[in-house]
Nanobody, 112 residues
Protein backbone atom coordinates (compact mmCIF):
# COMPACT_ATOMS: atom_id res chain seq x y z
CA UNK A 1 0.00 0.00 0.00
CA UNK A 2 1.18 3.50 -0.73
CA UNK A 3 -0.20 6.80 0.53
CA UNK A 4 1.35 10.05 -0.67
CA UNK A 5 0.32 13.30 1.01
CA UNK A 6 0.61 16.68 -0.68
CA UNK A 7 -0.82 20.17 -0.74
CA UNK A 8 0.55 21.70 2.43
CA UNK A 9 2.03 25.15 2.58
CA UNK A 10 2.44 28.44 4.36
CA UNK A 11 -0.52 30.78 4.46
CA UNK A 12 -2.06 33.63 6.39
CA UNK A 13 -4.94 33.27 8.83
CA UNK A 14 -8.40 32.81 7.32
CA UNK A 15 -6.87 31.25 4.21
CA UNK A 16 -7.84 27.96 2.58
CA UNK A 17 -5.92 24.91 1.46
CA UNK A 18 -6.67 21.53 -0.10
CA UNK A 19 -4.62 18.55 0.99
CA UNK A 20 -4.44 15.44 -1.16
CA UNK A 21 -3.60 11.84 -0.40
CA UNK A 22 -2.89 9.76 -3.48
CA UNK A 23 -3.19 6.04 -2.80
CA UNK A 24 -2.25 2.85 -4.59
CA UNK A 25 -2.08 -0.85 -3.96
CA UNK A 26 -5.57 -1.40 -2.60
CA UNK A 27 -9.20 -0.95 -3.54
CA UNK A 28 -9.57 2.57 -2.26
CA UNK A 29 -13.27 2.73 -1.51
CA UNK A 30 -13.28 -0.60 0.37
CA UNK A 31 -11.62 1.01 3.37
CA UNK A 32 -12.13 3.81 5.82
CA UNK A 33 -9.52 6.53 5.54
CA UNK A 34 -8.59 9.24 7.99
CA UNK A 35 -6.67 12.47 8.32
CA UNK A 36 -4.67 13.08 11.48
CA UNK A 37 -2.32 15.89 12.40
CA UNK A 38 0.58 16.54 14.71
CA UNK A 39 1.60 19.99 15.86
CA UNK A 40 4.89 20.79 17.59
CA UNK A 41 4.87 19.68 21.25
CA UNK A 42 1.48 18.05 20.69
CA UNK A 43 0.55 14.46 20.13
CA UNK A 44 -1.29 13.08 17.18
CA UNK A 45 -4.80 14.42 16.79
CA UNK A 46 -7.52 12.85 14.74
CA UNK A 47 -9.04 15.30 12.25
CA UNK A 48 -11.51 13.54 10.02
CA UNK A 49 -12.61 10.17 8.73
CA UNK A 50 -14.49 8.77 5.79
CA UNK A 51 -16.05 5.36 6.01
CA UNK A 52 -15.88 2.86 3.18
CA UNK A 53 -19.54 3.58 2.53
CA UNK A 54 -18.76 7.29 2.30
CA UNK A 55 -20.01 8.78 5.55
CA UNK A 56 -17.73 11.41 7.08
CA UNK A 57 -17.01 12.59 10.60
CA UNK A 58 -14.91 15.43 12.00
CA UNK A 59 -13.17 16.55 15.13
CA UNK A 60 -15.08 19.33 16.89
CA UNK A 61 -12.19 21.71 16.30
CA UNK A 62 -12.55 21.51 12.51
CA UNK A 63 -16.25 20.84 12.09
CA UNK A 64 -17.77 23.36 9.73
CA UNK A 65 -14.37 24.43 8.40
CA UNK A 66 -12.88 21.25 6.94
CA UNK A 67 -14.43 18.92 4.39
CA UNK A 68 -13.15 15.45 3.61
CA UNK A 69 -13.89 13.93 0.24
CA UNK A 70 -12.57 11.29 -2.10
CA UNK A 71 -12.29 10.65 -5.80
CA UNK A 72 -12.68 6.93 -6.31
CA UNK A 73 -11.53 7.04 -9.93
CA UNK A 74 -8.32 8.78 -8.90
CA UNK A 75 -7.89 6.77 -5.68
CA UNK A 76 -7.33 10.08 -3.94
CA UNK A 77 -8.48 11.49 -0.64
CA UNK A 78 -8.88 15.25 -0.13
CA UNK A 79 -9.15 17.56 2.83
CA UNK A 80 -10.57 21.00 2.05
CA UNK A 81 -9.47 23.33 4.83
CA UNK A 82 -11.13 26.73 5.23
CA UNK A 83 -10.84 29.58 7.72
CA UNK A 84 -7.46 28.35 8.83
CA UNK A 85 -5.88 29.71 11.97
CA UNK A 86 -2.49 29.36 13.66
CA UNK A 87 -3.94 26.56 15.79
CA UNK A 88 -4.32 24.48 12.62
CA UNK A 89 -0.57 24.54 11.96
CA UNK A 90 0.66 20.96 11.96
CA UNK A 91 1.90 18.12 9.84
CA UNK A 92 -1.12 16.41 8.33
CA UNK A 93 -1.14 12.72 7.52
CA UNK A 94 -3.64 10.54 5.75
CA UNK A 95 -3.92 7.10 7.26
CA UNK A 96 -5.46 3.73 6.56
CA UNK A 97 -5.74 2.49 10.12
CA UNK A 98 -6.91 -0.99 9.19
CA UNK A 99 -3.48 -1.83 7.82
CA UNK A 100 -1.40 0.70 9.73
CA UNK A 101 -0.43 2.58 6.60
CA UNK A 102 0.30 6.30 6.71
CA UNK A 103 1.30 8.95 4.27
CA UNK A 104 4.57 10.78 4.74
CA UNK A 105 2.79 13.92 5.92
CA UNK A 106 2.46 17.43 4.56
CA UNK A 107 3.20 20.56 6.57
CA UNK A 108 0.59 23.26 7.03
CA UNK A 109 1.73 26.51 8.61
CA UNK A 110 -0.69 29.34 9.29
CA UNK A 111 0.84 32.61 10.41
CA UNK A 112 0.53 36.32 9.86
Amino acid sequence: FQLVDSGGGFLQPWGSLILSCATSGFIFNNYAMSWVCQAPVKGLEWVSRIKAAGGTSYANSVKGRFTLSRDIKKNTLYLQMNSLGPEDSAVYYCAKFSSGDWGQGTQVTVSS
